[in-house]
Every structure is written in C-alpha cells, then in structure tokens.
C-alpha cells in the first residue's frame, strides 16, 4: 500500500521528432524579434474565375442582402451614438424605407385583405336662415330716428312721474309717523296718571299760616 503513487512517468516516452527536432540535435536559441507582418504562405489561394456567370451571383447576392436588410422584419441592433448629432443624420434617416410591409393581394384570399371605412359626409345640410338685405332709403332712417326720439322722450316722462309720486309718498309718511307719536305721547300721560298718589293724611293742615296772625284758631 505504501508503494502507491511512486515511479509514476518513468515508462513514459516524449517523442522529440514531433516538434521538428531530430535526436541529437540542439535546440534553437531565444528569438529576441517580432514576427513578420506577412508570413510567407505554404498554400496558395484558388484563382478568382472572372466570367459572366458569376458577376451575375455576386450583384444577386448584394441586392438580396440589401432586401432583407430593408425588410420590416429584419432587426437591428440599439447602439448608443458616442458623437454629436449632425446635419447629415436628418437626411440619412429620410434615406430608410419605411418599414411597412406591403403584400400582394393578387395572392392571397380577399378576406385576409383588411377593410378601411372612410367617413361619409352627410347630405343633409342644416338649414339656416338668410338674411334678406333691404336697402333703407333716407326716409326710413329719418322715421326710425324720430321712433326712437319719441320713446325717449315718453321713458323721461314717466320716470318724472314716478320721482313725484315717490315724493308725495315720503312726505305722506313722514305726517302719518308724526301724529302716530303724538297719540303715544297722549297714551303715555294717561297711563301715568293712575301711577301717582294723592293721599292727604291731614297732618300738613295749618302749617300754611302766616306769622301774622293775631292768635291761635280755635
């Protein structure tokens, strides 16, 4: 059980030859230089066929990227401007088509095809009166005018009228509140009347006498 563990890597071979050394040789010194830019390629690429035929496929392909980036289903990535805005982003936006997709209806059943009402106006018009223009001579004027002094005049009259009757009214009232306070005062002297007391019980009789009397009264 102690021998567990132990000697484990001796049997294992490491083959030099797989990193492009061969047995005996020296290995490589450090190098202290930066790759080249372009390192010398062991394949070279397939010549580019230039013909027709794939001219055709590669403006295809362009025009059918294009169409789906256009799409209305085609989804874009939010990104956060790091710049200013600028006067070209308003005509570079105008420059987006609308993402609105538009079917063709020739292909599909007429009852997927969506109904848009438009409001009718109403026929019936309301009717409203016209005013018919009359043309006033001078004499119209004239009479309307004279009307209209006549009605003032009649207005003042009666206002003047009724100022005198309101007069006469005020000074009415005025006597009748002054008679009513001198029946009051009438009442109240009655009244009192019964109030005072006249007892005589005699004993001021003969203190009336003058001095000058010749003697007493028997």
């Not at 102690?2 to 071979?13: I, Q, Y």
């Not at 005013?131 to 005049?153: A, C, Y």
């Not at 019964?194 to 000058?212: M, Q």
């Amino acid at each position: 059980m102690a021998g567990r563990g132990r000697g484990r890597g001796k049997n294992v071979s490491f083959n030099v030859e797989a990193l492009g050394f061969g047995r005996g040789e020296a290995l490589p010194g450090p190098i202290s230089q930066p790759p080249p830019l372009f390192p010398t390629a062991d394949f070279k690429p397939v010549p580019f066929q230039q013909s027709e035929e794939y001219d055709y496929m590669l403006a295809l392909k362009q025009e059918f990227l294009g169409n789906m980036r256009k799409s209305p289903f085609f989804l874009q990535a939010s990104h956060k401007r790091k710049d200013i805005e600028r006067y070209s982003d308003k005509y570079q936006a105008a420059a987006e088509v609308n993402g609105k997709w538009k079917p063709d209806w020739r292909r599909l059943p007429a009852e997927l095809k969506p109904r848009v009402r438009r409001k009718t106006k109403s026929s019936i018009k309301p009717s409203v009166k016209v005013k018919s223009k009359v043309k006033l001579s001078v004499e119209d004027v004239s009479k309307t005018l004279e009307e209209l002094e006549k009605k003032e005049v009649d207005q003042g009259d009666e206002e003047e009228e009724e100022e005198e009757e309101g007069a006469k009214k005020k000074e009415e009232g005025e006597v009748e509140e002054e008679e009513d306070e001198i029946y009051d005062e009438e009442d109240i002297e009655e009244e009192t009347d019964y109030i005072l007391s006249y007892f005589d019980n005699g004993e001021e009789y003969g203190n009336d006498d003058d001095d000058a009397d010749e003697g007493p009264v028997y």
